[in-house]
């Protein structure tokens, strides 16, 4: 079945430095990849999204890439600051089929 | 607008009971999709239901059903519960009729069965 790998699973960074997180998906017919932040205690929210006639995509200090022949795309967040600090889900869906995959999240923690 | 709202926000169970979940979209929305949150698996697609139709579902056992109201409010609602089951239920909802635009999600209902 469809599947999204999401890496790491943990991720530790100083502040102002760089943070990259990297999803995997399996079902190549896949179109649309959003990101969603959830703070602690809180509701996910969608911080950026990528469609598959797009290769990247940005917005201030994040960005997303979309590889389709490795099926792989990426988040990238710059000069990070502690209130980046928070779980990050990434999703791949697939048009028409009203099915959500996301990947298992990354905890980033950004050290002051 | 208010945003997705879910009821109730806590409860605790005992294995073997069931239990019901609802989820209120935000108004004009006329999708929602629940999910089940456990720390290391992320979030697990349920279903997903448009105009009281349910037009997806995951891989989760026939223990775990839904429906949706022609006001749009959803229900899940979960049989024969099991430890497994401890979990953060997440609602979410979506402006769009199909399943590219953003989800809106509740603060979820967190299940405990002991």
């Known amino acids: 079945g469809e599947n999204v790998e999401q890496h790491p699973s943990t991720l530790s960074v100083q502040e102002g430095d760089s943070a990259v997180i990297k999803c995997t998906y399996s079902d190549s017919a896949s179109n649309y990849f959003p990101w969603y932040k959830q703070e602690l205690g809180k509701r996910p929210q969608l911080i950026i999204d990528i469609r598959s006639n797009v290769g990247e995509k940005k917005d201030q200090r994040i960005a997303v890439t979309l590889n389709k022949t490795a099926k792989h795309f990426s988040l990238h967040i710059t000069e990070t600051q502690p209130e980046d600090s928070a779980v990050y889900f990434c999703a791949a869906i697939t048009s028409g089929t009203y099915k959500y995959i996301f990947g298992t999240g990354t905890r980033l923690k950004v050290l002051a | 607008k208010a945003g997705v709202t879910q009821t109730p926000r806590y409860l605790i169970k005992t294995r073997g009971q069931q239990v019901t979940l609802s989820c209120s979209p935000i108004s004009g929305h006329r999708s929602v999709s629940w999910y089940q949150q456990t720390p290391g698996q992320g979030l697990q697609f349920l279903f997903e239901?448009?105009?009281?139709?349910?037009?997806n579902k995951g891989n989760f056992p026939g223990r775990f059903s839904g429906r949706q109201f022609s006001n749009s409010r959803s229900e899940m609602n979960v049989s024969t519960l099991e430890l497994g089951d401890s979990a953060l239920y997440l609602c979410a909802s979506s402006q769009t009729g199909d399943d590219t635009g953003e989800l809106f999600f509740g603060e979820g209902s967190r299940l405990t069965v002991l």
């Open positions: 239901y448009f105009s009281e139709t349910q037009r």
